[in-house]
């Protein structure tokens, strides 16, 4: 009997530091819909107003500086949103019913270190991948872990980094880091 009592805690013993929690790294939102930030360009059209209707880049403070009515805060909103907080800006005694529509017209950059033979910034287009942005930087070096990346990306208001595979989506403003491979 105490043999079969040593023989169950030996087998139950090493299945218990099994059962310890392990750090997990926050997942990053592959597909949240995309924030307007500093960097980025915008179109705005102004239904019935030639004049308005014009490419905004987005300032330091999050803001377009726009006519009439001066910077209008879009940092953090969808395309939708800020047409309505530009909208709403030119009810404010400029216009009647302004109907607006904004669409980003060039994104803000993607960064990219580490193993790849151009680090730096780039130019983000729409539904880059990983591959795509190692790709822009020339590719990797002889001594690049091939086989994926750390993606740092900035989600409510914490940067949050995970380790991802070749065919991961990037959104602006990621930094990219392509690791060394240990022989």
Same mark, same amino acid.
């Given at each position: ?10 087998? /139950?013993?090493?299945? =218990? ?27 705005? =059209? /102004? ?5 308005? =209707? ?15 009515? +001066?910077?209008?805060? /879009?940092? +953090?909103a969808t395309t939708k949103q800020a047409a309505g907080n530009i909208a709403a800006a030119l009810a404010n005694g400029y216009m009647r019913?302004?109907? /607006? ?8 950059p993607f960064f990219i270190q580490g193993e790849i033979k151009n680090a730096g910034q780039f130019q983000y287009g729409y539904g880059m991948?990983?591959? !795509? !942005? ?14 994926? !990346? ?34």
């Open positions: 009997m105490r043999w079969l009592t040593l023989i169950t805690l030996a087998l /139950v013993l090493p299945l =218990t530091a099994c059962a310890t929690p392990r750090p997990v790294s926050r997942a990053i939102d592959v597909a949240p819909p995309y924030q307007l930030d500093t960097g980025d360009t915008v179109k705005v =059209t /102004v239904y019935g107003d030639a004049e308005l =209707t014009d490419t905004y880049r987005i300032d330091d403070s999050g803001a377009v500086a726009f006519p009439l009515v +001066g910077p209008v805060q /879009v940092r +953090g019913n302004p109907d /607006v529509a904004v669409e980003v017209a060039e994104y803000r991948t990983i591959r !795509a !942005a190692i790709s822009a930087a020339g590719g990797y070096t002889e001594t690049a872990d091939k086989g994926g !990346a750390q993606v740092y990306r900035r989600q409510a208001g914490r940067m949050v980094r995970q380790s991802v595979n070749l065919d991961f989506p990037i959104a602006p403003g990621d930094t990219i880091v392509v690791g060394e491979r240990w022989f």
